[in-house]
């Protein structure tokens, strides 16, 4: 499973207009691929490849070859009308098969890549020590260029994006991808003049799709951004499919990432962003990076002050400077941890509120968005500590997880009576 846990907000606003870009590609018969943008190759091809029983079949040496390429076919979903094309790939050696895909919608500006495993696979996990960093079954992949100085490239990356960052398209391979890897995102790429856009990301699957940046050994060999299957992944279903989505607009990064928002939520039928208190007003954070995070104010003699007395300060300061905060982050440091970092009772500590959560939310008058990590195996909840609700316990980690729909519930009811208005797990 994924070893993390993220948080991620993003708004999107609803973009209408239809992209003047022409996004095409070329497939040859061997399975290798050239995206176009205005007739102008724009991606080159890396090797397609897929692990099974512990091996790497691969275009690279020949292990995976392309069967067959069909026909175009025609079709419709929500993004629109496209034209499809399918490769059939066989493992050398080996009577597993599986599919990939182009769909190409004309009239949008987008092509839709495709995975799709007929028959289940085993032992697809990468052997590296960073599994979740790589990919199992790469398609698309991109080969990286450094001596491309055309183009420049923004990537969100982190688990709270605090990774993101450009850089130019050809020092992708020296320096990394914020994009890449587990805490990866969406990567839009850009000309010097912002005349277009294109941006990448997964379509569907998100949980478990990512990109791997595989950097060629040596200062000749070529490196590869792959799209696929997360690399910790250590099987796969029957009838398992997974896109990629690369979509094409006019303009700088904005104007890409608006585009990509709105076909996202257009193959998905998901509506533009609703009404969102967090979103739409400004708050006051004391995350990681924050002034105040595990470390709260200190006394005329220098002792530290309880979050309580500093976030009074904060708000009593803000009023007087006319800083509209309409809600306040209480981040990790306000309830007890116990072994492996884990909660043991997600309730205010006497040293972070000595008066109390319900106290202090009638003092500030605006609701909490409250943090939450991940439970401790002595946590007062489970039914193995005298709790009342069911947990997984996990003593090889000392953590635990709830397996009963009722313990959150109740812990967010009760949590609302104390100003909760957003639950960060």
Request: charged share 20%; glycine share 10%.
């Amino acid at each position: 499973m994924l070893n993390m846990f993220f948080f991620l907000c993003v708004t999107l606003a609803v973009v209408n207009s239809l992209p003047d870009l022409s996004l095409d590609y070329k497939l040859s018969v061997n399975g290798e691929f050239e995206v176009q943008l205005q007739g102008a190759s724009y991606f080159q091809s890396g090797p397609t490849y897929l692990r099974k029983d512990g091996r790497l079949f691969t275009t690279d040496d020949g292990s995976l070859i392309a069967h067959s390429i069909s026909d175009p076919i025609e079709g419709v979903d929500s993004i629109g009308d496209y034209i499809r094309r399918e490769i059939l790939w066989t493992l050398k050696g080996d009577n597993l098969n599986f599919t990939t895909a182009i769909q190409r919608y004309a009239s949008e500006g987008v092509l839709v890549m495709e995975q799709y495993f007929p028959y289940g696979v085993n032992k697809t996990a990468s052997p590296s020590s960073n599994p979740a960093d790589d990919v199992t079954s790469a398609w698309p992949s991109f080969a990286l260029d450094p001596n491309d100085v055309s183009r420049a490239v923004v990537g969100w990356g982190g688990r709270f994006l605090e990774g993101s960052h450009a850089l130019a398209w050809g020092d992708a391979a020296a320096k990394g991808l914020p994009s890449a890897g587990q805490h990866g995102g969406p990567m839009c790429l850009f000309d010097k003049q912002y005349n277009n856009s294109v941006v990448v990301s997964s379509l569907t699957q998100h949980a478990v799709s990512t990109s791997s940046l595989e950097k060629g050994k040596g200062s000749s060999a070529p490196s590869y951004l792959s799209y696929g299957l997360l690399g910790s992944i250590t099987s796969i279903p029957a009838g398992f499919t997974l896109r990629t989505v690369i979509s094409a607009e006019q303009g700088g990064p904005s104007a890409g990432m608006y585009r990509w928002g709105s076909i996202v939520r257009k193959y998905h039928d998901l509506p533009a962003r609703p009404y969102d208190f967090t979103l739409d007003y400004l708050g006051y954070g004391t995350d990681n990076g924050q002034y105040y995070y595990y470390s709260p104010e200190k006394d005329a003699n220098g002792k530290p002050k309880s979050y309580e007395d500093t976030l009074l300060d904060v708000m009593a300061d803000a009023k007087l400077r006319d800083i509209p905060y309409r809600y306040i982050q209480l981040d990790s440091w306000w309830y007890p941890q116990g072994k492996g970092g884990g909660v043991v009772d997600w309730v205010a500590t006497n040293k972070s509120f000595p008066h109390g959560l319900e106290w202090f939310h009638e003092q500030v008058k605006v609701p909490f968005y409250a943090h939450n990590r991940m439970w401790a195996a002595e946590n007062v909840y489970a039914k193995q500590n005298g709790g009342a609700y069911d947990f997984i316990v996990e003593p090889w980690n000392q953590l635990a997880i709830p397996v009963e729909q009722t313990f959150w519930d109740d812990l967010l009811a009760n949590a609302s009576d104390w100003g909760m208005l957003v639950y960060e797990q």
